[in-house]
């Protein structure tokens, strides 16, 4: 059987698979002694004890590496002498830190194809890659090459395209800063901008909607904002499972006096309830509750709820005038407050709150809490940004801070909080299909090459190109591409015409199973790996979710001498590539990231003095105006534009539901730590959809009925076979399947507006008895 022809994601096709799904009651509190004890497992099972310990005891610490889960901000001083780490950091670190590794001996005995037929948690499973390894046209093993020989393929491959726009370079949000510098100015060099990564799939919505509104695409808040705060607004994030220590911060934010508000269509247990393992009372078992009031949107009912509170919190301003909107702040930072007072005079406040999909009453406990204070950080996550409106909810979390002047001051700000290590990072590096053309102008000073001006291709676009044979050569510096991207069976048909596909990996996924004509895995360092070059043990650096910078140096012994750090990778490939036609010194850039950072310095603002500044243990943070009352709008100059948008439109067909789709606790990103999701009552299955108790009922399906799941959308129908019906506590109408099994539902077009990042939160499907093909 031709590697071609392998299926892009094993379907169950058998029922008597799913049978091994349990099923119990959803927790309403997350971490406590469990986390502790699923972490401890994971070590012991990948890289042992030992090893695993070493790791642990280095992780988050000042002198030690940066998890590569989420982005979320260590303490700038107090960390903990104990653990710095949550259950799925620990979880991160044994997938990592494995002894398992996969050799020329594996890729000999297991085809393309057998492989293909393992469900993505074995896949992940199998253990780190030792070596390069090459699948010719045709082939249906990868095979060991040599890293020359690697370089010199992929080299002759770009040089031979008619244009460099017929390649495009991925990059996860693993990449540390130093190598996407050098990534992003060898892919200039070449000469394309087609640069997707993954925050085209994530907060792009956020990068475009705060960077249009206050000047900069990031958060305005710092930890110690959450210490000192009166209320937090957590709006379409999950921190339980995604950003699990921000519920240290959460507690102690909690013990300083602050109340929270939770915005969520699931009830999830990390925002109802948080038993911290490092304290006495967490391993007593005492819960502190988190949430103080639970606002149970429908799927995308965000924006209908933030205006239905800016409008009550208007009504109470007109009450007593001058007590609940911060006039100076509107006065001195904002422009269209009146046409914005005029436009919400617009919406009758039944209407909104049955949009929000949240009874009136609780909406107005949600205004009560507000009007008086004045220090509120309000955080969210992809419940926000991956809607066909994403961009414009951002604007309106914004115009709800405006209001109460709850930015640019102590305790009080933007918080979008990122789900990859250094995602920010890679942004701030320049990974970017649409650089602005200051930057470009920085790098033409600096290196003396024309960077290429024409926008580049972003995640959509470029799987849009490859369909239509417009890319060749699809390079991805990690990540999982296949199961990261939407519309799963037509991504697949992309990747198939590509003549050539490479993926610089640690641990073997499915796009290395679904492929160009030829392909390459590059195996290359993980975060905790000692990064030795000239016998000397480096360092590299990660920005976080709040804008601090801070090196991050492994120390575990690789598993194979045949790995090279991303930064080599780049550097290498550049030289085989470019030849004497580059004017840049490859080869001090491979043997130094000082050398790296020195140029960094040179070209992006904030990290002048780079290589000083990074050797400081906490870090330093990067320079944020709109977090010091300095706003930067795209129409108004330094004042922020009230922003006038809608509330989106749906109209469902009959039968039709909201799905939206969701990690689960054993779950980061792509990477499927195991089958169980113990927050929510699920074990040992992924296949299942979470539904209203009525929406069973009416459908006449029971609890545990096999269904089949269809999307219909532009007139296609798409489908995703075997799924289990699970009884939850979501709206009626509302739906909720984990990716990357639902993403076959997501179409490539659907996208939101201005950002084009899927609208994984939302499509409209339709739910079937499951029929025996
Ligand atoms: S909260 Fe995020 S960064 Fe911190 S240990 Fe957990 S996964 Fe890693």
């Known amino acids: 059987m031709m590697s071609k022809d392998v299926k892009e994601q094993p379907s169950a096709e058998n029922p008597e698979e799913l049978l091994n799904l349990k099923i119990s009651k959803p927790k309403v509190w997350a971490a406590g002694i469990p986390a502790v004890t699923v972490a401890l497992v994971d070590i012991l099972q990948e890289p042992g004890f030992v090893r695993g310990m070493e790791g642990l005891f280095k992780m988050n610490k000042k002198d030690g590496f940066d998890c590569s889960g989420c982005a979320w901000p260590d303490p700038d001083d107090d960390r903990s002498p104990i653990a710095e780490y949550c259950e799925n950091g620990a979880k991160a670190l044994a997938e990592e830190a494995t002894t398992k590794k996969l050799t020329a001996e594996f890729f000999a005995q297991n085809s393309v194809f057998d492989l293909a037929k393992l469900n993505d948690y074995e896949i992940g499973k199998k253990g780190r890659i030792a070596q390069p390894v090459y699948l010719p046209k045709g082939g249906t093993h990868y095979q060991p090459i040599s890293w020359d020989d690697a370089f010199k393929k992929i080299a002759d491959k770009l040089n031979s395209l008619a244009s460099p726009n017929e390649a495009a370079f991925y990059t996860s949000g693993r990449t540390s800063n130093e190598a996407s510098f050098t990534y992003q100015l060898f892919i200039r060099e070449y000469g394309t901008n087609n640069m997707p990564d993954c925050s085209n799939m994530c907060h792009e919505s956020?990068?475009?909607?705060?960077?249009?509104?206050?000047?900069?695409?990031?958060?305005?808040?710092?930890?110690?904002?959450?210490?000192?705060?009166?209320?937090?607004?957590?709006?379409?994030?999950?921190?339980?499972?995604?950003?699990?220590?921000?519920?240290?911060?959460?507690?102690?934010?909690?013990?300083?006096?602050?109340?929270?508000?939770?915005?969520?269509?699931?009830?999830?247990?990390?925002?109802?309830?948080?038993?911290?393992?490092?304290?006495?009372k967490g391993v007593l078992g005492i819960t502190?509750?988190?949430?103080?009031?639970?606002?149970?949107?429908?799927?995308?009912?965000?924006?209908?709820?933030?205006?239905?509170?800016?409008?009550?919190?208007?009504?109470?301003?007109?009450?007593?005038?001058?007590?609940?909107?911060?006039?100076?702040?509107?006065?001195?930072?904002?422009?269209?407050?009146?046409?914005?007072?005029?436009?919400?005079?617009?919406?009758?406040?039944?209407?909104?709150?049955?949009?929000?999909?949240?009874?009136?009453?609780?909406?107005?406990?949600?205004?009560?809490?507000?009007?008086?204070?004045?220090?509120?950080?309000?955080?969210?996550?992809?419940?926000?940004?991956?809607?066909?409106?994403?961009?414009?909810?951002?604007?309106?979390?914004?115009?709800?801070?405006?209001?109460?002047?709850?930015?640019?001051?102590?305790?009080?700000?933007?918080?979008?909080?990122?789900?990859?290590?250094?995602?920010?990072?890679?942004?701030?590096?320049?990974?970017?299909?649409?650089?602005?053309?200051?930057?470009?102008?920085?790098?033409?000073?600096?290196f003396g090459f024309e960077p290429p001006r024409q926008h580049g291709y972003d995640v959509v676009e470029s799987i849009?190109?490859?369909?239509?044979?417009?890319?060749?050569?699809?390079?991805?510096?990690?990540?999982?591409?296949?199961?990261?991207?939407?519309?799963?069976?037509?991504?697949?048909?992309?990747?198939?015409k590509l003549e050539l596909s490479v993926h610089v990996s640690t641990k073997l996924n499915?796009?290395?199973?679904?492929?160009?004509?030829?392909?390459?895995?590059?195996?290359?360092?993980?975060?905790?790996?000692?990064?030795?070059?000239?016998?000397?043990?480096?360092?590299?650096?990660?920005?976080?979710?709040?804008?601090?910078?801070?090196?991050?140096?492994?120390?575990?012994?690789?598993?194979?001498?045949?790995?090279?750090?991303?930064?080599?990778?780049?550097?290498?490939?550049?030289?085989?590539?470019?030849?004497?036609?580059?004017?840049?010194?490859?080869?001090?850039?491979?043997?130094?990231?000082?050398?790296?950072?020195?140029?960094?310095?040179?070209?992006?603002?904030?990290?002048?003095?780079?290589?000083?500044?990074?050797?400081?243990?906490?870090?330093?943070?990067?320079?944020?105006?709109?977090?010091?009352?300095?706003?930067?709008?795209?129409?108004?100059?330094?004042?922020?534009?009230?922003?006038?948008?809608?509330?989106?439109?749906?109209?469902?067909?009959?039968?039709?539901?909201?799905?939206?789709?969701?990690r689960s606790h054993d779950q980061f990103n792509t990477t499927i730590y195991g089958l169980n999701d113990r927050y929510r009552g699920i074990h040992n299955e992924r296949r299942v959809i979470f539904m209203n108790e009525k929406d069973i009922a009416k459908a006449g399906f029971k609890e545990g009925e096999h269904v089949d799941i269809y999307n219909n959308f532009a007139g296609i129908e798409r489908v995703a076979r075997l799924f289990v019906v699970i009884p939850y506590n979501i709206p009626e109408g509302n739906t909720a399947t984990y990716y990357p099994e639902a993403n076959v539902l997501i179409p490539i077009d659907s996208v939101a507006e201005g950002s084009n990042t899927p609208t994984s939160k939302l499509v409209f499907i339709s739910v079937k008895k499951h029929e025996v093909k």
């Open 206 to 280: 956020t990068s475009l909607g705060l960077a249009e509104a206050i000047g900069i695409g990031k958060g305005t808040v710092t930890l110690n904002d959450f210490y000192d705060t009166d209320v937090i607004i957590i709006i379409g994030q999950n921190p339980g499972t995604n950003h699990p220590r921000m519920l240290s911060a959460l507690e102690k934010a909690k013990q300083h006096g602050s109340k929270i508000i939770a915005v969520n269509p699931l009830h999830e247990a990390g925002l109802m309830g948080f038993k911290n393992p490092q304290t006495v």
């Open 510 to 662: 499915r796009s290395h199973l679904v492929h160009g004509d030829e392909a390459l895995i590059l195996p290359t360092l993980s975060r905790s790996d000692k990064d030795m070059v000239n016998g000397e043990a480096q360092f590299i650096s990660c920005e976080n979710s709040m804008g601090v910078v801070q090196m991050s140096k492994g120390m575990l012994e690789p598993i194979s001498k045949d790995l090279l750090n991303e930064n080599q990778i780049v550097c290498r490939l550049a030289k085989a590539t470019l030849g004497k036609r580059s004017v840049i010194d490859w080869d001090k850039y491979a043997k130094s990231y000082d050398a790296v950072r020195d140029d960094i310095a040179k070209v992006i603002p904030g990290f002048e003095n780079y290589n000083q500044k990074v050797r400081i243990p906490a870090g330093f943070y990067l320079p944020n105006g709109p977090r010091e009352g300095k706003f930067e709008n795209i129409k108004f100059g330094n004042k922020i534009d009230f922003n006038i948008a809608g509330l989106p439109i749906h109209e469902p067909k009959t039968g039709e539901f909201r799905m939206t789709t969701i």
């Open 288 to 446: 502190t509750q988190l949430a103080d009031l639970y606002l149970q949107v429908k799927i995308n009912g965000d924006m209908a709820l933030l205006k239905a509170i800016e409008k009550l919190l208007y009504k109470a301003e007109l009450q007593s005038p001058g007590t609940v909107f911060d006039h100076q702040f509107i006065k001195n930072n904002t422009e269209g407050y009146v046409a914005f007072l005029n436009h919400l005079n617009e919406f009758d406040l039944n209407h909104l709150a049955n949009e929000a999909g949240v009874p009136l009453t609780q909406i107005e406990q949600a205004a009560d809490m507000l009007k008086d204070k004045t220090r509120i950080i309000i955080c969210w996550a992809m419940g926000v940004t991956q809607h066909k409106n994403g961009v414009a909810t951002v604007k309106e979390i914004v115009n709800l801070a405006m209001l109460k002047g709850a930015i640019g001051k102590p305790g009080a700000g933007l918080c979008p909080v990122r789900g990859h290590s250094n995602v920010q990072g890679n942004r701030t590096m320049m990974i970017f299909d649409k650089p602005k053309p200051k930057q470009l102008d920085k790098l033409k000073e600096v």
């Open 464 to 496: 849009q190109a490859m369909h239509e044979g417009k890319l060749k050569v699809f390079f991805a510096m990690g990540g999982n591409f296949l199961s990261a991207t939407p519309d799963t069976t037509y991504t697949a048909d992309a990747m198939r």
